[in-house]
């Protein structure tokens, strides 16, 4: 069989979500399954580490595809008459988008349909134009994948699809995730948070991620608490973060609100590990892979009782409603505080964690391409 992938998001030291799931998934894939041949077609030059196996094959198709109107250029032109040139049988594209002008079968991942429900989130070109293609790609897709049973319903629901036609892959997260010492964690905390204990968040900054609020809630438990529990932030802004700037500049506590910025996997490994509890308040998620990295380092959580994440972390963490900056701020001062909760969320998220694997992710994505045929 000749499967093309969709690899564009595959980018040296700059891989996001959906960069690891393709990472992770086709590093297995590739290397369990030599009698394939595997064409991936990056839209600019590669880094040689993504090329996995002696049965993969790079391929750069220009231009850069990163607007929308290169999108459509880009899978509509330039990915039809590159399948039809690799003779491919599958197309497999791990950011859902696919090609509506291609006549191969096609796997569309789709992580979540966040852009959806909430619209104007998003940039104008960028919300019109998965709005209008993705309820026709996933129409179009010989197969979906997804990474819950929540986006699983949600995308049937709303798109009109028959949920039979759509398998769910949990993501997986890296096993360099554990537990820490308290010599290691005493370290961390040493150089990114002048020794004190820290929560932490880890996501892009974006309107769903809900990070002005938590930089809210975080100043009512330090009003109430008198503590000296910083806060960590963790990720690059994105679009439309007024609103986080105006909640740090307007907070009693912007001395210990610190914002870190873009971390390497090996940083960010220890910096989650060392956290005193990761708080997630995002108000739509399809997983949510910080809260399972957070769950192999035994790491308690608080998070948002919205859409995937209670069906993620589950007894793993105690949910706020994220709209509440008062619940937040209550979540936030049980978890610091309350010691026999603590360890209970710890022992509960080292024991889910097991559940979720890259091995099982792999394993789901070949079965349903395996399925196109």
């Not at 503590?227 to 210990?256: C, R, V, W």
């Not at 708080?279 to 957070?294: D, H, N, Q, R």
Request: glycine share 4%; with cysteine; charged share 25%.
């Amino acid at each position: 069989m000749r499967i093309a992938v969709n690899t564009r998001l595959l980018l040296k030291n700059k891989l996001e979500g959906i960069g690891w799931f393709t990472f992770e998934s086709f590093f297995r894939i590739t290397k369990e399954h030599p009698e394939h041949q595997f064409y991936f077609i990056f839209d600019r030059p590669y880094d040689k580490s993504f090329v996995f196996n002696n049965n993969v094959t790079p391929i750069v198709v220009s231009p850069p595809a990163r607007h929308p109107f290169l999108w459509y250029y880009w899978f509509e032109y330039k990915i039809p008459k590159t399948l039809k040139a690799i003779k491919a049988d599958v197309l497999v594209s791990p950011d859902g988008y696919i090609s509506l002008k291609s006549d191969i079968s096609q796997v569309a991942v789709i992580h979540d349909i966040n852009f959806y429900h909430a619209p104007k989130g998003l940039p104008f070109f960028t919300s019109h134009y998965m709005n209008h293609f993705f309820p026709r790609f996933a129409q179009k897709a010989k197969r979906i994948v997804t990474v819950s049973q929540f986006s699983r319903t949600d995308i049937a629901k709303y798109f009109k699809i028959d949920i039979n036609k759509i398998d769910v892959a949990y993501n997986g997260a890296s096993d360099s995730y554990r537990p820490l010492s308290e010599d290691e964690m005493k370290l961390i905390r040493e150089k990114f948070a002048e020794g004190k204990p820290y929560f932490l968040f880890v996501g892009a900054f974006n309107p769903r991620k809900n990070v002005a609020r938590l930089i809210e809630a975080y100043d009512i438990f330090r009003k109430s608490t008198n503590s000296a529990i910083q806060l960590l932030l963790i990720g690059e802004p994105m679009f439309k973060t007024d609103d986080i700037d105006k909640a740090y500049k307007n907070s009693t506590h912007k001395n210990d609100v610190k914002f870190l910025g873009r971390k390497g996997p090996d940083e960010l490994t220890k910096i989650t590990g060392a956290a005193h509890a990761v708080i997630y308040p995002s108000t739509f998620e399809g997983f949510g892979i910080p809260l399972l990295e957070a769950m192999k380092c035994g790491i308690p959580i608080a998070a948002s009782n919205a859409t995937a994440i209670p069906e993620i972390a589950g007894n793993s963490a105690i949910y706020f409603d994220p709209y509440s900056v008062d619940e937040m701020a209550n979540a936030m001062q049980r978890v610091a505080y309350e010691t026999e909760l603590r360890e209970t969320l710890s022992a509960n998220a080292l024991k889910r964690q097991q559940q979720f694997s890259w091995d099982n992710t792999a394993r789901v994505l070949f079965s349903s391409i395996e399925k196109c045929f």
